[in-house]
């Protein structure tokens, strides 16, 4: 199962917003709801910010919202805080219930 | 709160075993889906296996397939990942996770990691 594709980096000035893109396949994306979205900071356990596509955490703020369209996910971050400045994963769970990370975004806030 | 508590990393030469272990907490362990995820340095997350709520399924990636085992015990709220045959390219830092339902749905809470080291 091939990792699915994230673009390596993304920015955007505080109050912007920013969309990350993952791209897979009908095998993984687009065959599955089960699309997940992780924060990352340097040294720390990663952070659930989105599930099943479109579905937020309590605790997690609506600036994060989650969509798909095809076999590609996104995940758009409104009203840039400092803060949000981290790694982000996509994932999807694949058949055999395996699951497939994309290679991550590094988020800068400029 | 939902803790989980990675122990069992370390330093081990190629070829030679490691059985990495994960304390749970804050949640009734035995309805959960449990993984195992890892970072090598530099690089991004990678799945390593899941286990069904109840043990009765086990799923592992093409890379780790054959050589390690993921188990739980839970009477003891403990997930269990035994490496065997391991490879430089098996060092990374290890999550632990718990999934967001019962089986293999996505990943909601995850460990603080601990890191494996392959090398002679």
């Known amino acids: 199962q091939s990792a699915l594709t994230q673009p390596p980096s993304a920015s955007g000035s505080p109050g912007q917003s920013v969309t990350i893109s993952c791209t897979g396949s009908s095998s993984d994306v687009g065959g599955y709801n089960y699309v997940s979205w992780y924060q990352k900071h340097p040294g720390k356990a990663p952070k659930l910010m989105i599930f099943?596509?479109?579905k937020r955490p309590s605790g997690v703020p609506d600036r994060f919202s989650g969509s798909k369209s095809g076999n590609t996910a996104s995940l758009t971050v409104s009203g840039l805080q400092a803060e949000d400045e981290a790694d982000y994963y996509c994932s999807s769970c694949v058949r055999n219930n395996n699951v497939v990370f994309g290679g991550g975004t590094k988020l800068t806030v400029l | 709160q939902v803790q989980l508590v990675e122990s069992g990393g370390g330093v081990v030469q190629p070829g030679r075993s490691l059985r990495l272990s994960c304390a749970a907490s804050g949640f009734t362990f035995s309805s959960y889906g449990m993984h195992w995820v890892r970072q090598a340095p530099g690089k991004g997350l990678e799945w390593v296996a899941v286990i069904f709520y109840d043990g009765s399924s086990k799923y592992y990636a093409d890379s780790v397939e054959g050589r390690f085992t993921i188990s739980r015990d839970n009477s003891k709220n403990t997930l269990y990942l035994q490496m065997n045959s391991l490879r430089p390219e098996d060092t990374a830092v290890y999550y632990c996770a718990k999934d967001i339902y019962g089986t293999s749905s996505g990943i909601h809470y995850w460990g603080q990691g601990t890191l494996v080291t392959v090398s002679s």
């Open positions: 099943e596509v479109n």
